[in-house]
Nanobody
Framework: QVQLVESGGGSVQPGGSLRLSCAASGSIFNIARMGWFRQAPGKQRELVATIIWDGGSINYVDPVKGRFTISRDNAKNTVYLQMNSLKREDTAVYFC?????????WGQGTQITVSS
């Protein structure tokens, strides 16, 4: 069994910063990819950023490029998302994602609200 525990969500004013963390635990082996998706009210879940565990190749969705930074700690099976210059349109529930073998795993989601 695999657990993904997210932390770091909350409310922030436009232009502010937040850092999300997601720690994977349980039967973890051969992680292929970890990352973050988000889902705003009334919208489909969309990719935010992902990182290949072995090699570190990174992919960002265009709206967050230059503002968000994804990183990982292989030893801790943890992925981070540093979010700077947050905008109102970044408001969403953010979900941690892990791909291991043929299986995809999701965190419970953490709310990010950007509002003045």
């Amino acid at each position: 069994q695999v657990q993904l525990v997210e932390s770091g969500g909350g409310s922030v004013q436009p232009g502010g910063s937040l850092r999300l963390s997601c720690a994977a635990s349980g039967s973890i082996f051969n992680i292929a990819r970890m990352g973050w998706f988000r889902q705003a009210p009334g919208k489909q879940r969309e990719l935010v950023a992902t990182i290949i565990w072995d090699g570190g190749s990174i992919n960002y969705v265009d709206p967050v490029k230059g503002r968000f930074t994804i990183s990982r700690d292989n030893a801790k099976n943890t992925v981070y998302l540093q979010m700077n210059s947050l905008k109102r349109e970044d408001t969403a529930v953010y979900f941690c994602y892990l791909k291991m073998g043929w299986n995809d795993y999701w965190g419970q989601g953490t709310q990010i609200t950007v509002s003045s």
